[in-house]
Structures are given as structure tokens and as C-alpha cells.
């Protein structure tokens, strides 16, 4: 039996309450949802329905919508990437916020500038991510001061972002490189080691770095089989000597 998309262990239940019934939907419910991601931040939980259905709420209510807390939730969707859920919220956001302000027509409205920036930033992070440039998402976050306000409310945000490149490298190789992984991760020395071997349990042998054996990265031979029947080739053959009418 498959997971529901829509299921979270940790949501408590006064948000699983809201989330299935009428007052999904209800404005009021706005700031007990913006106090739920405060909560995700702190915890290192990450409930994405809950925060796309926060999202709706502001687009249906722009007035109430906090520019902290979507960034917040863009940056939740970053630590569990490669899901979807970044490119879902993006699509939540008012068009003119994902357009870059020199191409814009118009001059943005009060307010809308800073926020613009702090999405588009964000989004050059999820798509060094999604292209596994991992070296260049490490060098991008220490590029500019302003990543660091962004991830600044999400608790064990890089450890939660080498946890995800750890999982996504597990499942593609057996060994690598430790110079190659080091630069990958934006680690370096013993807190490399540290990670390695206490978060991951990986083994460091010289200069590479061996990955346990797991059933994404176990080599596996594939036999493919055609099933095609001696009557599906005649079917093919008479047509072809048939005389259009």
C-alpha cells in the first residue's frame, strides 16, 4: 500500500484538522500556519502540504501574506530536494515576484523588490541542485550575505542539505574520490570525517571514500526480451500491399 502524497508524521493534529476541512480555506487560519513553519524551522520537520496550502491562502489573500515565511518555505524545499516541492511553491507566488527586476517593465510596487531578489536567489540554489553542481551551490551560499539571512531561520540547514547530497551520491556509486566528495559536500579535514563516518557511516579508506552497498548502487545485469508475435509481423506485411481506396 502506497504513502498518501499528503501524509507527514510529525503534523499535529490541529493542522491536520484545518488541512481536511472547510478551514483550509478560511484567512483566519493564516497565522496558525505561519507559526507551523515557524515550528518546521526550528524542528528540522518539513511538512510541504501544509506549507503549499499556506501559499494558496496567500493567493487568495495577498494582504496577510510574510515575506519571511515564504522564503522560509522556499528554503524548507530546499533541504529535501530532489522533490518537486520548490517548483510547487514557485508556482504559488504572484508572477512579477519571479521576474527579474531589470527585465520588468514596470517599476515594482513598495516592498515587492527585496522579496523578488530573495526568490530568485533562492531559485539560482535549487537549480545548482537539481543540475548536481554541488561544488558551485556551496561556493553560490558563501557568495553573498544576503543566502545567509535566508537560511538563517531553518535550524541545520547545510547539515540537512549534505544529508540529501549524501543520500542522492549513495545511489549512484560504490566509491569516490575523497577530494571529489570534500568539494561536493563544502566540507574539508575532520569534519569531513566526521560526516562521513558518524552521519553517513561510510568508510574512509586513503584518498576514497567506499559507499555500503545498497540497492540503488548494486551493479545488476538486464535482460531485455522482445514479445512480438508472428501475427502482429503479418498484420504489418498485408497493410503494406494494400491499395489505398
Given at each position: 500500500m502506497g504513502i498518501a502524497f499528503d501524509y507527514t508524521p510529525d503534523r499535529p493534529e490541529h493542522i491536520d484538522a484545518i488541512l481536511n476541512g472547510l478551514d483550509r480555506y478560511n484567512p483566519e487560519t493564516t497565522s496558525v500556519f505561519q507559526e507551523y513553519v515557524t515550528q518546521q524551522c526550528e524542528e528540522r520537520t518539513v511538512d510541504s502540504y501544509a506549507n503549499l496550502a499556506l501559499l494558496k491562502l496567500y493567493q487568495f489573500n495577498p494582504h496577510l501574506a510574510r515575506d519571511e515565511t515564504i522564503t522560509n518555505i522556499l528554503v524548507k524545499c530546499l533541504t529535501i530536494f530532489p522533490s518537486p516541492d520548490f517548483s510547487l511553491a514557485l508556482h504559488l507566488l504572484p508572477p512579477h515576484i519571479l521576474t527579474p527586476v531589470s527585465a520588468s517593465s514596470a517599476l515594482p510596487a513598495a516592498g515587492d523588490a527585496p522579496l523578488s531578489e530573495a526568490v530568485q536567489k533562492l531559485n539560482v540554489l535549487n537549480n545548482l541542485l537539481?543540475?548536481?553542481?554541488?561544488?558551485?551551490?556551496?561556493?553560490?551560499?558563501?557568495?553573498?550575505?544576503?543566502?545567509?539571512?535566508?537560511?538563517?531561520?531553518?535550524?541545520?540547514?547545510?547539515?540537512?542539505?549534505?544529508?540529501?547530497?549524501?543520500?542522492?551520491?549513495?545511489?549512484?556509486?560504490?566509491?569516490?574520490?575523497?577530494?571529489?566528495?570534500?568539494?561536493?559536500?563544502?566540507?574539508?579535514?575532520?569534519?569531513?570525517?566526521?560526516?562521513?563516518?558518524?552521519?553517513?557511516?561510510?568508510?574512509?579508506?586513503?584518498?576514497?571514500?567506499?559507499?555500503?552497498?545498497?540497492?540503488?548502487?548494486?551493479?545488476?545485469?538486464?535482460?531485455?526480451?522482445?514479445?512480438?508475435?508472428?501475427?502482429?509481423?503479418?498484420?504489418?506485411?498485408?497493410?503494406?500491399?494494400?491499395?489505398?481506396?
Open positions: 537539481s543540475q548536481a553542481s554541488y561544488s558551485a551551490f556551496w561556493s553560490t551560499l558563501d557568495s553573498d550575505d544576503l543566502y545567509a539571512d535566508l537560511i538563517a531561520d531553518v535550524a541545520g540547514f547545510e547539515e540537512l542539505i549534505r544529508i540529501r547530497i549524501a543520500l542522492t551520491i549513495s545511489q549512484t556509486v560504490r566509491e569516490i574520490e575523497r577530494s571529489v566528495l570534500e568539494s561536493w559536500l563544502g566540507l574539508q579535514g575532520e569534519a569531513f570525517d566526521k560526516f562521513i563516518t558518524g552521519v553517513c557511516g561510510w568508510k574512509i579508506e586513503g584518498t576514497t571514500v567506499k559507499v555500503p552497498l545498497n540497492k540503488e548502487n548494486e551493479a545488476k545485469s538486464t535482460i531485455v526480451r522482445e514479445n512480438v508475435k508472428i501475427e502482429q509481423f503479418s498484420r504489418v506485411i498485408r497493410r503494406a500491399y494494400e491499395q489505398p481506396a
